[in-house]
């Protein structure tokens, strides 16, 4: 395992690779001397995602200190390093993650469990979203993804008034979209839901990370 992380400097190298039962490809890979997981077109944790998340979470710190959070889409858990990086005050995290073998990776390889103000609800984000209880989170953070695709239930009226139910009436919600991603609606949906709303574009990778508020 040492060699391969001292190659991983020239090559990256897979530590683990396979299929989950959901259908999810992955590779768990050692790339510049890190751990990543990525699935079969894009990095899903600790690689390019990182340098979005970072992006994200620092812009919302900005102008908010976030005690409830919530996190559609795990991954690997980037979200969660950078938030015990940043965040200096007391806050719970609730992830919503639909595929079980994910979470073990993220618990074998990424040091999942180190997170103790963590609580992980294996479950569709689609049915999860419905049974929070109003104004429950001061910050969602929203990266449900199939590979490199965003799940088209993401922008439908009932997903988007469930988010805007369980947001608190300061808090922030934010999505990020892919650089390929070719739709133009995201800004015209995410308006009718909530009066203030803006993106950034990672000057690197190209994604627009889109912030809304109720207030």
């Not at 695709?149 to 009226?157: A, D, K, N």
Request: aromatic share 12%; with cysteine.
């Amino acid at each position: 395992m040492v060699a391969k992380k001292m190659l991983s400097y020239v090559l990256p190298q897979t530590i683990e690779a396979g299929k989950t039962a959901l259908g999810q490809t992955y590779e768990v890979n050692y790339e510049n001397g890190h751990k990543v997981l990525n699935s079969a077109n894009v990095n899903y944790s600790f690689g390019s995602l990182h340098q979005i998340m970072l992006k994200g979470i620092v812009e919302v710190l900005k102008t908010h200190q976030p005690k409830n959070i919530l996190m559609l889409g795990l991954g690997a858990g980037s979200a969660l390093q950078i938030l015990q990086n940043k965040c200096h005050w007391p806050y719970t995290v609730t992830a919503v993650e639909i595929d079980p073998e994910i979470v073990a990776l993220a618990q074998l390889h990424f040091g999942l469990n180190q997170y103790k103000h963590l609580s992980i609800q294996v479950a569709d984000a689609a049915t999860a979203v419905q049974n929070f209880e109003p104004n429950q989170f001061d910050l969602i953070i929203d990266d449900v993804f199939w590979d490199d695709i965003i799940p088209t239930f993401c922008l439908s009226e009932q997903y988007l008034q469930a988010i805007q139910r369980i947001l608190s009436s300061e808090g922030v919600y934010w999505r990020n979209t892919m650089a390929n991603d070719q739709s133009d609606n995201y800004q015209q949906r995410y308006e009718q839901h909530f009066p203030k709303v803006h993106f950034l574009t990672h000057k690197q990778y190209g994604n627009k990370l889109y912030f809304c508020q109720k207030s």
